[in-house]
């Protein structure tokens, strides 16, 4: 006979390598060493082999940890999943209260008053004791099964804790996030630049509806449970007292805020003490619970469509108002984030006079559509910053215009550094292996890189300490920046990233230049003879080696040890016009003055844009302008298009 120690220590141990099961094949982040969790499933093999009666097929020494499904299934509940009816103010809690009195034939009902708690209810079902199914309400009839998830959340118990579990228990229960968690978790967000979530209830309904498993365990999820949906194999007790009471017991957490009220009296003392606390509680709460205490009176009651009639909700008073928006500021967060505030006309809400109001960001303002010049509703709860609710369409003035939000210098500045990167480190610029849109990011969002000079100075601690990148990468990055040092002039004038400068551009430059110290040097006269390299392309190269700031990026990538093999520059070919200095001027009829240019280039002619004393020739094209008067002023040779036409010929 297995003694009750050891039946617990079976459950004990059952529940720990599941939980560490779990870790390590669905969240991929294992907590025990594995000679730990040897030495755990050893002792429960021990255990099981002294009582093999005790060996259910749902062991873990009978399975190995499963994988997880990657979409939400449907799960019908067992038992419809109602919603409460509300009671708004005491007259419609009066009504509640004397409709079941009548139909009871009592003088004063036993409630069991509880909180009406602020997240959202999950349907938990235990199967001979072991948690098989976890869904949300969805819409009462089927809702998503987020097992996955729940199994995530350390507070709900894995094993019921009793010696004889029921065939089936289904637990119903609210999940939520604490303020202090949600305060925290927000804190977290704002750190990693992600976005920030509205309110508890909204962060606990996103954190459990998600996809990866691993995004829930992150996040501080709380429970409280309240009643059982289904139950096989257990007489419950009488009252719903005693069923909390139970829930208790076996290890399901329950709220501590729930009291044994009788008659209307007690149901507005109790609610009036929680309004009062109700700051100073840890979770948001938007009212009180009130449920009949005797099961047998909660079926005589029955329910009507979507709601049992032997429970209500007394809410508390909205702490709402309507007010008007005089103006939309943006305000700018510690690591950039944007949030949108109203501000409003002054308004007394909830105890306080407010003033503005948070629009929480840029998807939020929009799904509201909230404008300048809009009366809105406004609401303050606890002790929360005000938000405002809604838009109230019928008063929206005629002229409102939707409201845009500016994107915010740094944000931009980040997104221009890290194209700029981006750009430098791609195959066909300085091919940096390894160091992918994803790290640039980070590493400009972090600031630990501002232009392309830092990456050679990136530190293996600072990359380790980026998301997603293991030692080993990171040691491979360092690697193959390495590597990159070694390049070509071309790609490397290529990666600096000059507007208007491509691939082809800038190898034609380098290679018709040869160095850097020349290309820097390059007039824009000199740039436009380049083949390939228009107007538009040699401007842009001058200006960009005009910038002191990028002679000095220079600077530091040739100290970190940028280089490349010497380019041997290639003669231009021997002809009449070699070495000449030619002009063009004028529209020309048989081909444009870029086609004449590059012709003229590849004969070895120098073709400038002004008219010197040392030009040799000026080619005059119809409607020719000044050019042509100042080569007639200086006696230089003038040709007109024929004559060019000859000399490209010969
Ligand atoms: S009992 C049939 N008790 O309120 C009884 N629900 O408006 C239905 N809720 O879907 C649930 N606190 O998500 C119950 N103490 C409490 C509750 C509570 C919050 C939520 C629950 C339910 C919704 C109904």
Redesign the pocket.
């Given at each position: 006979m297995p003694t009750e120690q050891d039946v617990t220590r079976i459950r004990e141990l059952r529940e720990e390598i599941e939980r560490h099961n779990f870790r390590y094949y669905v969240l991929d982040a294992p907590t025990a060493l594995d000679h730990e969790f040897d030495e755990l499933l050893r002792e429960l093999e021990d255990l099981e082999a002294k009582y093999p009666e005790l060996v259910t097929p749902d062991s873990p020494t009978q399975h190995v940890g499963g994988k997880p499904s990657t979409t939400f299934n449907e799960i019908k509940h067992l038992v419809p999943?109602?919603?409460?009816s509300n009671a708004l103010n005491e007259s419609e809690f009066l009504d509640f209260d004397r409709r079941s009195r009548e139909k009871l034939n009592s003088d004063a009902i036993e409630y069991v008053a509880?909180?009406?708690?602020d997240g959202?209810?999950i349907s938990l079902v235990y199967e001979r004791g072991v948690l098989v199914r976890a869904a949300t309400?969805g819409d009462g009839t089927t809702g998503e099964d987020v097992t996955l998830n729940v199994l995530t959340i350390e507070s709900i118990p894995l094993h019921l804790n009793c010696l004889d579990p029921p065939v089936v228990l289904e637990v119903?229960g609210?999940i939520f996030i604490t303020k202090a968690d949600f305060d925290r978790l927000n804190k977290e967000q704002a750190d990693r630049g992600e976005k920030l979530f509205i309110n508890p209830r909204n962060s606990a309904a996103g954190s459990l509806r998600q996809l990866d498993p691993k995004i829930t365990a992150a996040r501080p999820l709380s429970i409280y449970c309240?009643?059982v949906g289904y139950v096989e194999g257990l007489e419950l007790p009488a009252t719903h007292c005693e069923v909390l009471e139970y829930l208790k017991e076996i290890g399901m957490p329950v709220s501590t805020e729930t009291q044994l009220v009788k008659g209307v009296d007690e149901c507005f003392d109790y609610y009036r003490q929680l309004g009062e606390r109700r700051d100073k509680l840890d979770y948001e709460i938007d009212g009180a619970?009130y449920k009949v205490n005797k099961l047998q009176d909660q079926q005589t009651l029955g329910q009507v469509a979507k709601a049992?009639r032997w429970?209500i909700?007394y809410k508390f008073p909205p702490e709402e108002a309507t007010t008007t928006i005089n103006a939309i500021d943006v305000q700018l967060g510690r690591t950039g984030q944007l949030t949108p505030v109203a501000r409003l006309d002054p308004v007394f809400v909830g105890g306080v006079t407010i003033t503005n109001a948070t629009l929480h960001n840029e998807d939020e303002l929009k799904r509201k559509d909230v404008r300048v010049g809009d009366t809105v509703v406004v609401r303050r709860a606890g002790d929360v910053i005000p938000e405002v609710v809604r838009v109230v369409i019928d008063k929206r003035p005629k002229n409102s215009v939707p409201f845009t939000m500016p994107i915010s210098v740094p944000e931009q500045e980040l997104v221009q550094r890290t194209l700029a990167l981006i750009h430098f480190a791609s195959r066909r610029a300085m091919d940096i292996d390894g160091l992918g849109n994803k790290i640039i990011e980070q590493l400009c969002r972090a600031n630990l890189v501002r232009d392309a000079s830092d990456l050679y100075t990136v530190s293996l601690a600072s990359l380790v300490s980026l998301d997603r990148l293991a030692e080993k990468s990171a040691e491979n990055l360092l690697a193959s920046l390495e590597r990159s040092k070694q390049t070509t002039l071309a790609r490397f004038l290529f990666a600096l990233g000059i507007r208007e400068i491509g691939e082809t551009t800038a190898a034609s430059v380098a290679n018709t230049l040869g160095s850097l110290d020349a290309i820097a040097a390059a007039s824009v006269d000199e740039l436009l003879a380049i083949p390939d390299v228009g107007p538009v392309a040699s401007a842009s190269i001058r200006e960009f080696f005009d910038e002191q700031e990028n002679l000095e990026m220079i600077r530091r990538l040739m100290d970190c040890g940028v280089r490349w093999p010497a380019v041997e520059v290639a003669a231009p070919s021997e002809s009449m016009l070699s070495g000449k200095r030619i002009v063009l001027t004028g529209t020309l009829a048989s081909m444009t003055r870029d086609e004449a240019r590059q012709a003229l280039i590849k004969l070895g002619a120098k073709v400038s844009a002004s008219v010197s004393r040392n030009t040799d020739i000026v080619i005059v094209g119809a409607d020719a302008g000044s050019k042509a008067d100042k080569a007639a002023a200086l006696g230089i040779e003038m040709i007109d298009e024929s004559g060019l036409l000859g000399l490209l010929e010969t």
């Open positions: 999943m109602l919603s409460l509880e909180t009406k708690l959202l209810a309400r119903r609210e309240y009643t619970v049992p429970a909700a």
